[in-house]
């Protein structure tokens, strides 16, 4: 830091080591500096906005009021070193690991199975660390809410938190919970037909193993940080970064004068607010104060008229003071904190609450603050300070919309906020809603109060605030004013609905869309609120000392449904699975659940991922520029100014590659034109991250637009805009069919894209060799093969020059198929022009933005039945959003095409699907592969033929399903027998027939709450479509000490397929997998593999490892024979002094895939996964919410490899379905943007959203199919059951219209949003709200299904 004024020496300790950083830049995360300073790698970025939970990490301070110790969580990402000064950090290193010792939190999440790709573990531990250090023994509710902020797009939760659950109260005794009892006890049904059966196991973990936690082993705060807690320091420390200075005053006098000196300069506390905001919107603050040491900004207060909270405060323990005070306090003065403590409930995830300040919340002035609407109806004051005196102004409505004569004067610091009791006589109440309950950012959000004339139900008072509707808290002042002196009854509602609805009023291109659903939550809430405030008078008016005439509307049961929020309880659940044959030596592993063979790794952080490599000798870092156009002519590329940029080394353009730019469809680096936002252009190599990524910045382009730009599907039907030819398959005579039948019905299905979101975006480190052009390749990605083809095509340099290596990748789900290969194509590219090693690591906002994702459909149904649901012909057509370039495409199309029949045999069909050209990013493989979309729209179908024939869907489906063997719309031969199986067994152990009555009956006892129920059967085909793909191969050493080394041709992605080839090896050369290891998947020791993909990996490559290991057993065979009692280590010595070959390549030529399109006939696929899914949902009519009841699962995965493994497998891809058929939602702008690039705005599921019953059978084996074992794979099949979430959401507002008298056959959205359920139960509130001419606004987003 050449030039720069002397720092201080900033001072803290990283699991029990002092940490003396003399140059400690402002802007440097704790993050970063634990991933590159000190090369603790086990902390992950994955989002970088304190979103995901990724890089969590334990803070420990001396509180320097209390002066006790505290120990929290937080989100590295969002840390300045700077704010550390005298802090402990205890990082998943710090906790333990695999060479030394593991702690039980480690341990017992990679035993309970709670580790896929192991990308999100050691937040995860993290989080329940921070947990066990506060709390020994946690409620589960206690341990929800410490992982309420951690994202994990592999498991489903369920396994993560049963880990964590061996540590709370709750847990003891039997394994299989079902409300914390044994499954013995869940009604005799269950018990005679599993439990006593000695087959079917419930227990996926041996928890008698697990280590006990002894609290007194934990790391302790230093003694050096505790003496200078006691003795702190008061002088002024500072610290000078390149752009930045962080100023952190240790008294308040100083503070104000820093203030006065630097009035611009922002207060930094949590950095929650003002980090993500400078990152996104590139914005530099020269100075930062940091008033952390400064105790009268954390003192508390309490008065007979209220509590005074300091500003600094966390919102962590703004919620535990409140939550004392609603103790020790009467109800009638503790009504604001009361709803306060409702929202510090929801409001982010615990790193978030624990690190961001009361203050720095209220002087955001978010638009979707929770608090500040509260704060602003319960009257609280903010107690300012500044070197000229203290002040108090009140956090009104002129504060919230900072008008300059009610705000904060510029030398002015937030020292304290006073919240007053409540009085007698008055409520106030918290809403909100958001697109799902917890850790999301509020669409809408309300704080409510009012105060009624002693005795009487006249408004004395009353106050409103809303937050979500414009740029920040808006208040209903004068809707209020007109209301005082009104009777609180429904004249008064009617009133108070068109007068809100008229001062809070929203444009139609308001940003954030979701206008309509926004406007009717105004109501909505209000009505709530009218109901509350009804509910509590009640009693007072059934007093006979009321005065005569004083009655309340009097609210029926039904009515009262719309009271209460739903709420969100800790998930339990059963998962059973057959167990092995007793008679199965003890040293096979196959069938066992095996625990994944990097759980441990993943939990300590030693699993190495591909940016965990240390940087090399030389090495630059690669940030890319792309096209801000949805359709244009690049003019220029203007690179000068990014050239002169310090540490910036080159710009790689497409005049850069020497071999092949992609495909002429595809461009690695766009030529004279772009088809997209996002669309790379060009490349920036930089010295550092930063430094690239600001030279990015600088390069300018000027386009010319050009037309059309095509952004939906309708657009491009209409625009006749399509990627390949319609892919077509018909059967029987549909036309004759339709004039036979009793009714037609034909309705629209739309499905929105999703977002890939593994948890570790695309990453690759280019290493360049100083001989023959030889490059290693070190890449996230499910296809190394790929990239190794694509890069050597880029650069015109052979195959065999280049060797890609992937030791684990942190996610894939079919978006690191191809799409890894555009990155290492790209990044080799700068490697081979500058010389020097390339990292590229994308952002999380470009990964969203430049990969694309989920094929987004649209569906059109013509249905023909007979009156009994027995259907006759059926007629789709699909159209799916492609984006730019064909990339998968036609696959997809074909894929969606020939499994749109699902489980149904229907004699006359025709199924037609064509991929739709767009100006979007280009749509890629995902999970399931069309198969999640299309049949959505197959079974929507039958949810409206079993409406139109008054009859229940699981009639309808069980009436069409497939019976007997038969052949598919293409003509393949298949068995239904174990989808049957699946189905009756799901009726039976979900006892949807009870159910489906007491469903039912709450139906008819509640109006503004609406319970539903389905059930969905599957047949999904596994495998690709092309012979060539089915093939694979192994390569297999012993060496000379009797250690295994395998390698085969399919790559860890978290689904355990290093695990299950160990288990394979070890079956066939009969030895415990202990001797065996799987170092990487790598181009040079097995070549031209296929991608890891379509459910297949295990099957193939399992083969492959079989066939090896069974040559070496054959050579092994003679020596075995002549001393079998022998040791393996006797007989692999005795073999290499005979000179036998200790190495053998195993191949699996596989299945013959084939289908004539022609004829529309063929065997594309090996075989079928069956299953069924039964869920129980329930809604909120007036908000939109819903909650996940019970879910029961029953997959047949015939003989199950691994069934901790598969249950993994099948959890994990249900909860991924469930996201993309309830929540995850993209938003484009109708110029092609898009705006969710992140997990604040895209929401995957969070652990609140697991069902709250959860229960998984595997099918005991019957059949034998062609794979290893027996066994199917099942990567892929569990994501469509997460429909079965949907249509209970559907079945629930179904309910909800017939009850209103509105018709039923709604179009089909997904996701069933809040926002599409709350507009789907139309009521007297949505028919209120002001509706706009489309005509007349252009929207802030559009659907682009
Ligand atoms: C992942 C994530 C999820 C979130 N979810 C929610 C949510 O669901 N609901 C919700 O309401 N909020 C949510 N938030 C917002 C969060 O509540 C605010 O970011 C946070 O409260 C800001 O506090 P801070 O201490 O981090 O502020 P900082 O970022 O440190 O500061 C913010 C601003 O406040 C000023 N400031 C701070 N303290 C003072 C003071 N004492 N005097 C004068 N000025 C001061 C600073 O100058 C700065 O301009 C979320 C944030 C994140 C990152
Ligand atoms: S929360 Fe830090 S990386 Fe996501
Ligand atoms: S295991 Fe959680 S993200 Fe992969």
Known sequence: MLGLPQSDELVFFVNGRKVIERNADPEVTLLTFLRKNLGLTGTKYACGRGSCGACTVMVSKCDPVSKKIRHFSITACLVPICSLYGAAVTTVEGVGSIKTKLHPVQERIAKSHGTQCGFCTPGMVMSMYTLLRNHPQPSEEQLMEALGGNLCRCTGYRPILESGKTFC?????????????????????????LCRSTDISTELFAKDEFQPLDPTQELIFPPELLRLAENPEERTLTFHGERVTWISPGTLKDLLELKVKHPEAPLVLGNTSLGPAMKSQGHVHPILLSPVRISELSMVSTTSEGLTIGAGCSLAQVKDILAERVSELPEEKTQTYRALLK??????????????????????RHCYSDLNPILAVGNATLNLISAGGARQVPLSEHFLAGLASADLRPEEVLESVHIPHSQKGELVSAFRQAQCQHNAWAHVNAGMRVLLKEGTDTIEDLSIAFGGLGAATVSARQSCQQLRGRRWNELMLDEACRLLLDEVSLPGSAPGGRVEFKRTLVVSFLFKFYLQVLQTLKPLAERPSAPDGLRYPDVSDPFLSGLEDLSVTVPQGVQRYQSVDSRQPLQDPVGRPIMHLSGLKHATGEAMFCDDIPRVEKELFMALVTSTRAHAKIISIDLSKALELPGVVDVITAEDIPGTNGTEDEKLLAVDEVLCVGQIICAVAAETDVQAKRAIEEIKITYEDLEPVIVTIEDAIKHNSFLCPEKKLEQGNIEEAFEKVDQIVEGEVHVGGQEHFYMETQRVLVIPKTEDNELDIYVSTQDPAHVQKTV??????????????????????????????????????????????????????DDMLITGGRHPLFGKYKVGFMNNGRIKALDIECFINGGCTLDDSEQVTEFLVLKLENAYKIRNLRFRGRACMTNLPSNTAFRGYGFPQGTLVTESCITAVAAKCGLLPEKVREKNMYKTVDKTIYKQAFSPENLIRCWDECLDKSSFGSRRKQVEAFNKKNYW??????????????????????????????????????????????????????????????????????????????PNTIATAASIGSDVNGRAVQNACQILLKRLEPIIKKNPEGSWENWIEAAFEQRISLSATGYFR??????????GEGDPFPYYVYGAACSEVEIDCLTGAHKKIRTDIVMDACCSLNPAIDIGQVEG???????????????????????????????????????????????????????????????????????????AITDAVAAARRERDIAED????????????????????????????PKTFRPWSIPIA
Not at 801 to 816: L, M
Not at 829 to 840: D, E, F, N, S, W
Not at 1150 to 1159: L, R, T
């Open 792 to 845: 050597s095509s880029t650069l015109n340099i052979p195959s065999n020059r280049i060797t890609c290596h992937v030791k684990r990748v942190g996610g894939g789900f079919g978006g690191k198929v191809g799409k890894s290969a555009v990155f290492g194509a790209i990044a080799a590219v700068g490697a081979i022009k500058t010389g020097h090693p390339v990292r590229l690591v994308l952002d999380r906002e």
């Open 169 to 193: 109260m709750e847990s003891n005794g039997c394994q299989q919970k079902g409300a914390g009892g044994c499954c013995l006890a869940q009604g005799e049904e269950d018990s005679s037909s």
């Open 343 to 364: 929202h510090l409930k929801s409001l982010a995830g615990q790193q978030i609450r624990n690190m961001a300040s009361l203050g720095g919340h209220i002087i955001s």
């Open 1213 to 1287: 891809a249900f909860i991924q379905g469930m996201g993309l058929y309830t929540t995850e939602e993209l938003k484009y702008s109708p110029e092609g943007v898009l705006y969710s690039r992140g997990p604040d705005d895209y929401k995957i599921p969070t652990i609140t959203d697991v069902p709250e019953e959860f229960n998984v059978s595997l099918l005991p084996a019957s059949q034998t199919p062609v794979n290893i074992y027996s066994s199917k794979g099942l990567g892929e099949s569990g994501m469509f059951l997460g429909s079965s979430v949907f249509f």
């Open 1306 to 1333: 709604f179009t089909v959205e997904s996701p069933a949003t809040p926002e599409w359920v709350r507009m789907a139960c139309a009521d007297r509130f949505t028919e209120m709200i002001p509706r706009d001419d």
């Open 1150 to 1159: 596989g299945y013959k895939a084939f289908m004539d399109w022609e004829k």
């Open 1009 to 1086: 709450k609406k319970k539903g129920l389905a059930i969905i059967p599957m047949k999904f085909s596994v495998g690709f479509g092309a012979t060539s793909y089915h093939q694979a191969a192994a390569l297999v050493h012993i060496y000379t000490d009797g250690s295994v080394l395998v390698t085969h041709g399919g790559n860890e992605l978290g689904q355990g397929i290093h695990t299950k080839m160990l288990q394979v090896a070890s079956r066939e050369l009969k030895i415990p997998m202990s001797y065996m290891h799987i170092c990487e998947t790598s181009t040079a020791t097995v």
